[in-house]
């Protein structure tokens, strides 16, 4: 068995361990003001090789719905303290329970309540989640026409982000372009889903593909070079994380790649007519 496979195994009982925590954190202190919680993305698919899941880069996401007619916090001064009470508890809770961990899972947490509402949110199916409390309600499907115009919107609106990184890298070294990776990283995971969908019978059916997967439908429909560079970023996002950050070259090659991924994309997908 390889390193990287010992590698995404502890990675894989750290998920684990951080969801149960949270599960915990959320059922012994909101639990009356939750309608249900639930744990998305590539934390919960399965793992085929190591570019399916990366420490640190790919995130645990957990969105909570809160019943409409309560608020999470008090007020302002509550949010901050109770939050940061929060992510002491579960920092605490995790390293006690996991003295040998691999890595302390980055999550984030969504408050459905501030975007379930927004016309362009697209819930994803009841069999893409994992429910942690409540019951998760069975949405209908939007039409797939639709899916592919938010698809596209979101991926053009990619440009306007790309236009800042000369003058955000330009100054960056070490630790500072950690920065610009945490902006980038939520960024290029669904860019090629989003090129993608535009020519996909089920577009919503490719969000449930972990990036293994995803490759191989990039190299099927011609887009070679992006599904190298794919795969080439999250590579060298291994590395990062095994060097603990430590170097600005690699550091630098994530941000090269992160922009040619969604610059590409970009370009493929304005060929594509709407």
């Not at 499907?141 to 899916?147: G, L, Q, R, S």
């Not at 372009?177 to 960024?187: E, S």
Request: proline share 4%.
């Amino acid at each position: 068995m390889s390193d990287f496979s010992q590698y995404l195994i502890q990675a894989r009982k750290d998920v684990e361990s951080c969801i149960e925590i949270w599960t915990n954190i959320f059922e012994e202190n909101y639990e009356d003001k939750v309608e249900y919680m639930y744990s998305k993305g590539s934390a919960t698919k399965e793992w085929e090789s190591i570019i399916d899941y990366v420490p640190i880069i790919s995130d645990v996401d957990i969105h909570i719905k809160i019943h409409d007619d309560v608020t999470l916090f008090e007020n302002l001064t509550d949010a901050f303290i109770s939050s940061i009470g929060v992510s002491q508890t579960y920092e605490d809770m995790f390293v006690e329970k996991n003295p040998d961990h691999l890595h302390i899972p980055r999550t984030q947490i969504i408050n459905m309540s501030d975007i379930v509402n927004s016309e362009s949110f697209i819930f994803p199916k009841i069999e893409d989640v994992r429910v942690l409390i409540g019951k998760y309600p069975n949405f209908a499907d939007k039409p797939a026409e639709f899916i592919k115009r938010v698809d596209r919107f979101n991926l053009i609106e990619q440009e306007d982000f790309l236009a800042t990184l000369p003058k955000s890298v330009i100054d960056r070294t070490g630790l500072d372009l950690w920065t610009l990776i945490r902006r980038m990283v939520w960024r290029v995971s669904p860019t090629p889903i989003r090129l993608l969908s535009q020519t996909h019978e089920k577009p919503l059916d490719l969000w449930k593909l972990n990036r293994t997967s995803l490759v191989n439908v990039l190299e099927e429909k011609g887009y070679e070079q992006i599904a190298e560079n794919y795969q080439d970023y999250y590579y060298e996002c291994w590395i990062a994380f095994l060097e603990g950050f430590s170097s600005s070259d690699n550091m630098r090659r994530i941000i090269s790649l992160g922009f040619e991924i969604i610059k590409d994309c970009i370009e493929e997908v304005k060929k594509i007519g709407i």
